[in-house]
């Protein structure tokens, strides 16, 4: 078994000019992957970085192995990654950290064995429990709700969903039973038939909460089109475009989300501070994310992470100001 | 000046990419008159229809419909002039029905609502078959009529089309005796109602029943034009093939040894019952029967291809069972399949391999083809049976007729075989190709293969086979020694005798 | 005696082919191989990173594991069937592999050994069910299959990915004999394995003589059946070698890996200049289109055009490459 | 001279012909049990509004597995339909985007026409240039996915700028039915004038039945074939509205891999891939079994990892139970010959 010979010396270093800042995110057309990719473009630019983009047609990490092995070529310095799978890049990512090459996965994870760090768009914890909260406060604390994920595998979701079971636990929220978590693959047509099932099977249901953006905005068009409004509480995580129509006709009360331009900002700010070589990724670190703050590196199973504040929440005062925006 | 000719084609000659079809051909066609064209396979008799139905364009040269210069672009415009064909490889649709079949592309429709007039459809189609003797239902799916009834098919299509010219290329070479009568009859009709018609055919008796004058083409050129009393049997043949034939059928010189087949009792429920024979080496056993009678299918349970429900057969006395075709020929017994288009030949490969395709084992070590081998097999058996073509390379497509049925008998050839059965070896084969098919089989004969010829032909029947078995709707109805046999004999026993009685009556 | 003989002329026939310069150069690998010169130039000339050996190397890392697939396939699209579950099948088996490894405890090797087994399985039953029920056509068995394979390997890991393979099994992904992609070396291996097979070997024959009739190959003494079910076994258990390497190349699996595989797949045997008209096609030109397509996408790659762009691109070339040889034709006939 | 001629004629109607008749009849009885085992396990699936909500979301596929027929019967395949879906799908939902005030009907003719001119080029490469049709429509699908990213940009519309006529289209109700519904249905009337009382109608059977012969008789097969194609890009962009009306956004990724359930339905419904057959009837019945999986499956709560295999099993278990008893009453047929 041969040693592969390196393809380049070393990623960076060697490198005059500006340094090369690559974004990976999940697939093309993605609405909210698109806006994470401004964000992180233009503030790479602003700090005088070389900024390439790329994504996959389709969500799978095969295709995010071949463009890491395109940007590995090109000697980039630093690679973001919003991971389609959280172990199968690792080989790849791997590679590219032994040629010198910064990394960092944002939004959701890869494994702590192939990354520097991970940004968090939101503590994971805070995301789960706060929409128990929001759902309790909507059906009075009492009731049956279900969850509409997206695909069965989404990493992020399932997290969610376990802080969501974890806060649940709790005295308060006794009365509320959760009748089913139900997958709509984010598919539309198999959202609106998922959530179209949930309501007959479960007569009595109060609240539907949705984190992911395609099953929220079909959840909230099978209610509109059924007059459910007012009976059947709709929370979880959106486009505050996409449910702009939902939260005024009253569908959906609020709904959170974080802002996915910050989180591309957030990302440019550490791939920025990594490929600088001001931070490594070591606990305890202090990262500079300039407007949005200065963060800590904190722990992460066997990995570090910054996080980037709680879920914003959109609501029918302020969804009118967001909704142009993403 | 009036027109004594309703189709006038001067100096026409067509050029195929390599090949010249036709070469010069003139032609006249006059108003209710039945007229043969005759030559060899690849002759370019259907090269030279498709011309007049706009299929090709010619090259060279004009067509005068009614003394008026015409030129079609497309099939569509030839119907248009009243010019209908019933092509060579019947052309249906199989997955529709009959009246569909008819009626594709000349609809009836109501005369407000523009839409098809279905009813009024079915009820003209069931006039016309019943106009052609048939009573058909029109509402048939076309892939369950036998050959025969689709060629009914195709000649009510024609009519349907009211067309004043029709031409019907080898429309008998599926046909037994009774049924081509049944054609000529309906031809003859057709002729007193004032339609041309352009008839061609291999066989001799189908010219001199019906047509009044005959046109022969050989290689691509035209020789003449004679009426059918002013030409002799024998010139004609010269006029064809361009030589004598001096006897088309061999000298027989039986000398049957063992017998090699014997089958037993053989069923296959709704196919055939009770089959039982046997075929000594040396021996050619004739078989006959109307068609549906069941041959094609006795053999195919023989050879392997469709299982029989009960009955035995035995191979030099041993009772062997073919799951296969590739266990029949290991056993040694070989067939001619009847439709050499479908069943029997790759028509875009080339001669080569073709017929090399059933022998790759004895031309391959460890799978692996060894080339030269494989040459000089194809060459040795393409020269045996006289293939016409420059070189083993030549596509299967730009043969003849005649030609390919002469590959897919070289190909038989190439294994080591005991029994051949052949089903129709000479159907659509001319004249000169026919004598060197039957001296074949007679020298396979002689080389000790024990044969099953399977034809409708009753000259051939009677004039290749020792015994003749007759089939009559799946059963053995006679089993004859060849010995003072007469057509008429064969005819009773494969029609029953009611149905002779009322014929002769 | 004597006058028989005179009943036909004797005729010879040729053997040997004069030599054509036109017969030489009027083969769709010439186009192909102009397009990929074409494809290579052009990579050089976008990216200063594309034309050296280090970076074509392991460009061919990125696409060959699909690769192998194609040459079964190409078989099945020559024998005028299709195969549209190789992608579900690459799933499964690795999934298979995976969960024997990590949930079960078996040793890798064996583990190795039930993803071929699994893969050559899936293309049993699809060559089973093809020959029994004729009537049910290989598109439809096969889309069948291909839900039905990718449900199990969803029933069997879930939401679940499983990984943690031990070091020795990411060679096949990462490795290198002499320099040389492990990966390229089995595809190059492969290539001569099928094109020794499909061109020069009875079974090749039969494969090429089903495709042009498959009645007259069965009345020919061919067991078309046994032929059929042996090539879908054939990309089954490559669809298992892919499994091997994509996986190796990925340290875990998943039941959505290989989505939409059938599809680049199909493409790269249709470039290549196999037909599903059936009878016809060549492994050189399918192993040509395959580094066409493969090192265009890694080209584009590496100027960062976005992934969208190279949709167009194939889809243009694959629909360019395929028409022109047919638009020359008909401007010769006019 | 008279023949009798009763051996050459059909005088017992022909075994496979009686059959023909009952040729859904597999398919049909499949549903009923299927349906009456759902019904057990969950008695809200045979409920009026489920049956509706059935309906409204089985219409698309309908109006597709439609076109996708004709296609078929033609000898042909279109996978391109997804991506014409998302193309029409996006360039109408940006057109209503930029300018609210626009007619439905006119969003429903405009989408129409893009997919048309979609399907027109499929037609003539399959026409004209004599590509196989997988080829050109495996080509052509990457072509205008690509395309929907591009008119796109990466971009989204979503519910807030579709003005409310334009969600209308898919969500309003005429007669207590969804618009949906009258839609699917007035083409499957529409198709079933058009395939069985117009001349072009059978001229499609005929160039899939028999291509050489429809050449002989004068047929314009390249005409037919155009045809065949663009009203099938035309049904897709008129379903890209639809597609976008109902879920009201409208993404670069809409329908992909559409085309498989389409194609899917189709075969379920006994439309030959080999061309030249095919009956609306069993197309319907077809669509109507996934359909219900698709509603079924949720309802009886079956774990989601679970619902891709049974999809898969029950449609190769639906094709091979209506081979079997397609070959058993052939048997009985045959018997009844003999006999
Ligand atoms: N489309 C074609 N392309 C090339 N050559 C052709 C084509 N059609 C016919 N030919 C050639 O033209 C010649 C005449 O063929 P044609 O079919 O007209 O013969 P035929 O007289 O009808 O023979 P048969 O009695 O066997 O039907 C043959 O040599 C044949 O190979
Ligand atoms: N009148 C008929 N009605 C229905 N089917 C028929 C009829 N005639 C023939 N067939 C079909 O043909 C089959 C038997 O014909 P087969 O081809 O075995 O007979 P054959 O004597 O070889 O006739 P041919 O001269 O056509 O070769 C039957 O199984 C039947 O399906
Ligand atoms: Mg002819
Ligand atoms: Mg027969």
């Keep these: 078994q041969g040693a592969p010979e390196s393809s380049g010396t070393s990623g960076g270093e060697s490198n005059d000019g500006p340094k090369k800042y690559a974004f990976v995110f999940k697939n093309t057309g993605n609405p909210y992957g698109e806006k994470m990719l401004d964000g992180f473009e233009s503030t790479i630019k602003e700090l005088g970085g070389e900024v390439i983009l790329r994504s996959p047609d389709q969500p799978t990490a095969e295709g995010q192995i071949q463009i890491i092995e395109q940007l590995i070529t090109q000697k980039v310095d630093v690679i973001a990654v919003a991971g389609n799978d959280p172990d199968a890049l690792e080989p790849a990512l791997k590679k590219a950290k032994d040629q010198g090459i910064k990394v960092l996965s944002v939004d959701s994870a890869v494994n702590a064995a192939s990354r520097d760090i991970h940004v968090n768009q939101a503590n994971p914890e ?175 199973g066997e990995g570090t992470q910054i996080m980037l504040g709680d879920p914003f929440k959109f609501d029918e005062t302020n969804i009118d100001e967001w909704k142009d925006v993403y | ?285 004739g078989m006959t029967g109307l068609v549906g009678a069941g041959r094609t299918e006795v053999c195919q349970a023989i050879f392997g291809i469709t299982a029989f429900d009960k009955g035995e057969i035995l191979l030099s006395g041993r009772s062997i069972r073919n799951k296969n075709p590739q266990a029949a020929m290991n056993n040694g017994i070989g067939y001619l399949a009847e439709d050499r288009l479908d069943q029997g030949l790759l028509v875009d490969w080339s001669i080569e391999k073709n017929i090399t395709l059933a022998n790759l084992s004895d031309l391959s070590s460890f799978t692996w083809i060894h080339r030269d081998k494989e040459k000089r097999q194809a060459k040795e058996f393409g020269e045996k049976v006289h293939i016409k073509a420059t070189s083993i390379f030549d596509s299967v497509n730009s043969l003849s007729g005649g030609n390919q049925q002469k590959v897919a008998v070289a190909k038989l050839l190439t294994k080591e075989l005991k029994v051949i059965l052949l089903d129709e070896p000479t159907k659509g084969v001319d004249i000169g190709a026919k004598a060197a098919i039957y001296e074949i089989v007679q020298q396979l004969a002689e080389a000790g293969y024990a044969v099953l010829f399977v034809s409708s032909e009753m000259p051939e029947i009677l004039g290749m086979s020792d015994r003749i078995l007759v089939l009559k709707e799946g059963r053995i109805a006679a089993d004859f020694v060849n010995r003072g046999i007469t057509q008429e004999m064969i005819l009773e026993a494969a029609m029953g005798e009611e149905q002779v009685q009322e014929k002769s009556g | ?122 293309g049993l039953i699809n060559g089973l069910l093809i020959v029994k029920f004729k009537e049910l056509s290989a598109v439809i068995v096969t889309l069948g299959t291909m839900i039905l394979y990718r449900g199990i390997a969803y029933i069997i890991l879930e939401d679940q990915a499983a990984g943690g393979f031990p070091e020795w099994f990411g060679f096949f992904g990462w490795g290198y004999v002499f320099g040389i992609p492990f990966l390229l070396i089995v595809f190059a291996a492969l290539a001569l394995l099928f094109g020794i097979v499909l061109h020069k070997t009875t079974f090749g024959r039969k494969v090429f003589a089903i495709g042009n009739n498959p009645t007259a190959s069965r009345f020919s003494g061919i067991k078309v059946d046994k032929v059929k079910v042996i090539v879908f076994m054939l990309a089954g258990l490559l669809a298992a070698v892919t499994a091997i390497f994509l996986t190796s190349r990925m340290g875990s699996t998943r039941p959505n890996i290989a989505t939409m595989y059938e599809l680049d797949i199909i493409a790269m045997a249709a470039l290549g200049g196999v037909s599903t008209a059936g009878g016809k096609g060549r492994v050189l030109g399918v192993v040509i289109a395959v580094f066409i397509i493969g090192y265009l996408q890694y080209g584009l790659g590496l100027i960062n055009l976005p992934s969208q762009i190279f949709l167009i691109i194939v889809g243009a070339l694959l629909i360019l490459s395929v028409a022109i040889p047919k638009l020359g034709g008909m401007m010769k006939r006019k | 001279m008279e023949i009798k001629t009763e051996n050459l004629d059909l005088e017992k109607k022909n075994p496979l012909a009686l059959f023909y008749q009952f040729r859904e009849l597999g398919l049909f009885f499949f549903i009923v049990i299927l349906c009456i085992g759902v019904q057990l396990r969950n008695p809200s699936f045979l409920t009026g509004e489920n049956i509706l909500d059935m309906a409204t979301n089985t219409s698309i596929l309908v109006i597709l597995a439609l076109g996708m027929m004709i296609v078929l019967i033609t000898r042909g395949i279109d996978l391109s339909i997804g991506a014409v879906i998302a193309l029409s799908g996006m360039l109408t939902a940006q057109l209503v985007a930029a300018n609210p005030t626009v007619n439905p009907f006119l969003c429903l003719l405009i989408g129409t026409i893009i997919g048309a001119l979609c399907g027109m080029v499929i037609g003539l490469l399959v026409a004209k240039v004599g590509l196989l049709p997988i080829i050109a429509t495996l080509a052509l699908m990457n072509i205008f996915r690509g395309l929907t990213f591009l008119v796109s940009d990466g971009e989204w519309v979503s519910s807030y700028q579709m003005s409310e006529s334009f969600v209308e289209i898919a969500t309003g109700t005429f007669l207590g039915l969804n618009h949906l519904i009258w839609i699917a249905v007035i083409f499957c009337l529409v198709f079933f004038y058009f395939l069985n009382y117009t001349r072009t109608g059978r001229q499609i059977y005929a160039v899939g039945s028999n291509p050489q012969s429809a050449a002989v008789s004068g047929i314009k097969q390249g005409r037919i074939l155009f045809l065949v194609y663009t009203i099938m890009g035309g049904l897709s962009g008129l379903c890209g509205v639809l597609w976008v009306s109902k879920f009201a956004s409208a993404q670069g990724d809409t329908a992909s891999g559409y085309e498989l359930t389409v194609i899917a339905a189709c075969i379920l419904g006994g439309v030959s891939i080999a061309g030249g057959s095919g009956k609306l009837a069993g197309v319907l019945l077809g669509a109507i079994l996934l359909g219900i999986l698709n509603n079924a499956l949720p309802l009886l709560n079956v774990s989601p990892f679970w619902q891709n295999g049974i999809q898969g099993f029950i449609i190769l278990l639906a094709v091979i139970v209506n081979a079997i008893v397609k070959r058993r009453v052939e048997r009985i047929h045959l018997l009844r010959r003999a006999g």
Excluded at chain 3, 38 to 45: F, I
């Design chain 3, 1 to 122: 005696m004597e006058q028989k003989k005179q009943t036909y002329q004797p005729r010879t026939l040729e053997t040997n082919l004069p030599f054509s310069w036109k017969r030489l150069f009027f083969q769709w690998e010439w186009m192909l191989l102009l397009i990929l010169i074409a494809v290579l130039l052009l990579g050089s000339y976008v990216s200063p990173y594309f034309l050296n050996y280090p970076s074509l190397r392991d460009g061919t890392m990125v696409f060959l594991d699909k690769a192998l697939i194609v040459f079964p396939m190409a078989m099945i699209m020559i024998m005028r069937d299709i195969d549209i579950s190789v992608g579900s099948t690459v799933a499964l088996s690795s999934v298979v592999m995976a969960t024997l490894y990590t949930s079960a405890g078996l040793p890798m090797e064996v583990a190795i050994i039930a993803c071929l087994a699994t893969g050559a399985i899936c």
């Design chain 2, 1 to 285: 000046m009036t027109n004594e000719f309703v189709l006038e084609m001067k100096g026409i000659s067509k050029a195929f990419p390599g090949v010249k079809a036709l070469n010069d051909m003139q032609f006249q066609l006059k108003k209710g008159e039945i007229h043969a064209l005759m030559g060899e396979n690849g002759a370019g008799k259907s090269t030279f229809i498709k011309i007049i139905t706009g299929v090709h364009q010619p090259t060279e040269g004009e067509m005068l419909l009614v003394g008026e210069k015409v030129s079609f672009q497309n099939p569509k415009q030839a119907q248009q002039h009243g010019i209908a064909a019933i092509y060579q490889h019947v052309t249906s649709y199989p997955d529709l029905s009959v009246t569909e079949n008819i009626f594709m592309n000349h609809e009836i429709r109501h005369q407000v609502w523009k839409t098809l007039n279905w009813r009024e459809m079915h009820k003209q189609a069931r006039q016309l078959l019943r106009e052609l003797g048939s009573s058909l239902d029109p509402k048939a799916q076309m892939n369950t009529l036998s050959v025969a009834q689709q060629q009914i098919v195709e000649i009510a299509k024609a009519i349907s089309t009211k067309a004043k010219i029709i031409i019907m290329d080898e429309p008998t070479a599926a046909l037994t005796a009774r049924e081509s009568e049944e054609l000529y009859r309906i031809t003859e009709k057709l002729r007193d109602e004032g339609t041309s018609i352009i008839f061609i055919s291999h066989r001799f008796e189908d010219m001199y029943r019906l047509a009044s004058r005959v046109t022969v083409l050989r290689d691509s050129n035209y020789i003449g034009t004679w009426d059918v009393e002013d030409i002799s049997n024998e010139k004609l043949i010269v006029a064809m093939v361009g030589r004598e034939i001096n006897q088309i059928f061999p000298d027989k010189k039986t000398s049957a040894g063992e017998t090699v087949l014997e089958v037993k009792n053989l069923c296959k429920l709704g196919e055939f019952e009770d089959i039982s024979f046997s075929i000594k080496s040396g021996e050619i056993l």
């Design chain 1, 126 to 300: 805070r995301i789960g429990r706060v929409q128990i909260e929001a759902v309790s406060e909507m059906i009075g604390g009492e009731g049956q709700i279900a969850v509409l994920s997206a695909t069965s595998q989404a990493t992020n979701q399932n997290t969610w969903i376990e802080w969501m079971k974890k806060e649940l636990e709790k005295e308060d929220y006794k009365d509320i039973e959760l009748v089913k978590v139900a997958y709509g693959d984010d598919l539309r047509d198999k959202s609106v038939s998922e959530t179209e099932a949930l309501l007959k099977s479960y007569p009595d249901l109060k609240a539907i909460i949705a984190p992911t953006t395609v099953g929220i905005a079909a959840a909230g068009k099978v209610l509109t089109d059924k007059g459910l409004e007012g009976q059947i509480a709709l929370t979880g995580l959106g486009l505050p475009s996409e449910m702009a129509t939902y939260i005024k006709s009253g569908v959906s009360p609020w709904m959170y989300l974080w802002n996915p331009i910050d989180v591309g900002k957030g990302a440019a700010y550490a791939a920025y501070e990594l490929g600088e070589g001001n931070i490594t990724g070591e606990l305890g670190e202090k990262v500079d994310l300039r407007d949005l703050g200065e963060v800590e590196v904190v722990e992460d």
